[in-house]
């Protein structure tokens, strides 16, 4: 049975190993072709990495003297963060400023008194009003966490509120409006307002405000102390020409607490200043003729009359009066000054805090003593700034007021604390008040234009080191990269020489040198005219250096920061005009080192260009490789089928003479042969 053998199965002849010997000689073609297809492949990829690796120089190129260059950036410093912080758009304008912070911009936020754990609020219609926005739900009733989360349900958007626990048996209702500005004030409505003073969060307050209405029936009940057509009222507008003053009682006489507030509307408007008309000396008496006399045909003239007058001396022109003084109260048997209003074409609206400065309100005085305006008031009004309708809060922590702020020593308001229409192009967010001016620094963004500049060095030096890599089979070439991390440095090697020979990259490298050591146009001439002028060379030590560093050789550049550093804060316009710079006034850039390298790479990595002209080419000839590898393999399947059956039937064979042997030697041996 050990000579038991299955044709094309099993082969005590070996033919397996045979036929494998045939099929490996018959594979030689598949393997130089799976070879070139690998080779393919790599070379692919290559030109595939050197691609994206140019189109990135090429963006760090374009992005240099393209319209959102860095050069035009701005950055915005405070000199304390801890009172506002500023961020610069690219119009903005170099300069710096002081800032004078007197209180930030700040929502209503109202405590309750402490209210026990089993506190309820009653089922109603509950309204909140947060300036002119209005939240209305109804409340079924339930406990005051309930309550809680329906208001922040029903009314987050305008408002918030929660619960702490102040001690272990009790707790507090804080409810603050999200919008802050003194047009933001809190509101409590209906049930919402039966709920505030339930919880001792308002208290009911009816003498706490007053309107001065400016009206035909109001002024006739005032005290006339000057003419009526010194002033004008027309609309609600109160107008005093030049030189007029007129008092506005307050009767009855209004109590002031610490929180009262005048608030009115204001407005200044510039007259013409008249011309001053020549005053000529006046002609003096009318002296008459003296006469004469005649005697025998002679006439004599009497001498005239003598007049003597004094020297005649011009008059003074009239006085320009500038005086912003103009408003000003009366009370507890005082005149007050209120502060100085300024010139505006349009009505400001102004508040001053009274609570200091008399403990009662009897009139609010306006004078005009200004030669060349009128000034114009309307909607004075006296109130309570804590009062919301009815209502004043018992415990307010903080109030809807307007931020405040000086510069230029202008006085501006605004409402939110993000203020973005003061300075052109840059945007202030107040943090906090301030007992002095902060400095705020508009500059150029010189951090940023440096790291745009030294990344444009950096993807050159890459695509420096991939042509010599690509293109040379000198290892050295890896080990002068010192930027390459070691495994970096063993990736690269397994591309050492894979486009040896290749000419375009040779000629790209030569150029791509070219441009960054020619000189280019700037506004500076000579003095900023080359790369290495702002610390971009071969070689930026110190000079004067004995040794020489070979690596220096193969065209990497190296920067000296702190040179461009300076560079860039000196002369911004000339280093902006080293990469990019309009030599004809057509606001086109047409010259300059990176519009150069962009001009240069065009061709190379744009859609069609040369290297993806490559990376197409070999796709193709992988693609017929592939092919072909695809119609051989099915040869190699068919030939091993060959060989198979050809051994099969060769070993069927010779098993079947093998036994017609053995039966003749049987056959013999029983005969006795």
């Known amino acids: 049975m050990s000579d038991l053998t299955i044709p094309g199965v099993t082969s005590k002849y070996n033919t397996q190993k045979v036929i494998d010997a045939l099929m490996e000689v018959e594979k030689a073609p598949l393997k130089r072709m799976q070879t070139e297809v690998a080779a393919d492949q790599q070379k692919k990829t290559a030109w595939q990495d050197i691609s994206r690796r140019m189109s990135g120089l090429r963006d760090s190129a374009r992005s240099l003297y ?9 950055i ?70 309930d309550f809680v989360s329906t208001l922040n349900s029903r009314a987050g958007s305008l408002m ?49 405000s007053r309107r001065l209405p400016l009206d035909q029936k109001s002024v006739a009940a005032w005290e006339k102390p000057l003419a009526a057509d010194a002033y004008t009222l027309k609309d609600g507008s109160l107008s005093l020409g030049p030189g007029a003053e007129l008092k506005i009682p307050v009767r009855p006489s209004l109590p002031l607490n610490a929180n009262m507030v005048l608030e009115m509307s204001v407005r200044t408007q510039r007259m013409p200043e008249a011309g ?21 045909g002679i006439r004599i003239q009497s001498d005239p009359s003598l007049t003597p007058l004094p020297d005649w001396q011009p008059p003074k022109p009239p006085e320009k009066v500038n005086d912003m003084q103009v408003l000003f109260i009366e009370g507890d048997g005082k005149l007050v000054a209120l502060p100085e209003i300024g010139d505006s074409a349009d009505f400001q609206k102004i508040q001053v805090a009274l609570g200091d400065l008399a ?52 006085e501006v ?60 089979k000198d290892p050295s070439v890896i080990e002068a990269a010192g930027y390459l ?81 300076s560079a860039i804060e000196r002369f911004p316009e000339a280093v902006k005009e080293l990469f990019g710079n309009d030599t004809d006034g057509d606001l086109v850039v047409n010259a300059g080192l990176a519009y150069s390298l962009e001009a240069l790479l065009r061709p190379y990595v744009s859609t069609g260009g040369i290297f993806p002209a490559k990376v197409t080419n070999l796709d193709r ?13 099915k040869h190699l399947v068919d030939y091993q089928g060959q060989l198979k059956k050809k051994y099969g039937e060769m070993e069927g064979a010779l098993g079947t003479l093998e036994k017609s042997s053995q039966a003749i030697q049987n056959f013999n041996k029983q005969n006795g042969q």
Do not use: C, W
């Open 160 to 208: 918030s509120a929660q619960l702490v626990n102040d001690t272990k048996s009790s707790q507090v209702l804080l409810i603050e409006g999200k919008a802050t500005g003194a047009a933001n004030r809190l509101s409590f409505l209906e049930k919402a307002a039966d709920l505030a003073v339930k919880a001792g969060m308002l208290e009911r307050s009816l003498t706490a």
């Open 413 to 472: 308001r605004r409402a939110s604390n993000a203020i973005d229409d003061l300075i052109p192009g840059v945007t202030l967010t107040l943090r906090g008040a301030s007992a002095a001016p902060v400095e705020l620094a508009i500059k150029r963004d010189v951090e940023n234009i440096s790291k745009q500049i030294i990344g444009l060095v950096g993807a050159y030096d890459r695509i420096i080191t991939d042509v010599d890599v690509l293109t040379r």
């Open 66 to 74: 393209s319209f959102q260059n860095p050069f035009m950036d701005r």
């Open 76 to 145: 915005a410093a405070s000199s304390d963060a801890k009172v506002f912080t500023a961020t610069a758009a690219r119009e903005a304008l170099e300069e710096t400023k002081g800032v004078l912070v007197r209180r930030i911009a700040t929502p209503d936020r109202f405590l309750s008194r402490p209210l026990p754990r089993d506190f309820t609020v009653d089922a109603g219609d509950y309204v909140f009003r947060v300036g002119d926005k209005e939240a209305r739900f109804a409340y079924r009733g339930g406990s005051l966490s």
């Open 276 to 296: 001053v008309a020549e005053v000529k000396p006046p002609p003096g008496p009318a002296i008459p003729e003296t006469g004469s006399v005649e005697f025998k």
């Open 485 to 565: 991390t070691d495994e970096e440095k063993k990736k690269t090697s397994d591309s050492l020489g894979l486009l040896f020979g290749d000419l375009s990259l040779q000629q790209l490298k030569s150029s791509l040198q070219n441009i960054m050591m020619n000189p280019y146009p700037t506004s500076k001439g000579k003095d900023l005219a080359l790369a290495a002028q702002i610390g971009i060379a071969t070689d930026v030590r110190a000079p004067g250096s004995a040794t020489i560093d070979k690596t220096k050789l193969r065209g990497y550049l190296e920067v000296d920061e702190a040179k461009l550093t």
């Open 621 to 633: 000839a992988i693609t017929d490789k592939n092919k072909q590898i695809a119609s051989y393999n």
């Open 359 to 410: 403990g009662s309100l009897e009139s609010v005085d306006l004078r005009n003593r200004n030669t060349h305006r009128r000034i114009d008031v309307k909607d004075i009004s006296v109130f309570d700034r804590t009062q919301r309708g009815d209502y004043v809060p018992t415990k307010a922590l903080a109030e809807a007021g307007d931020a405040v702020l000086e510069m230029d020593g202008i």
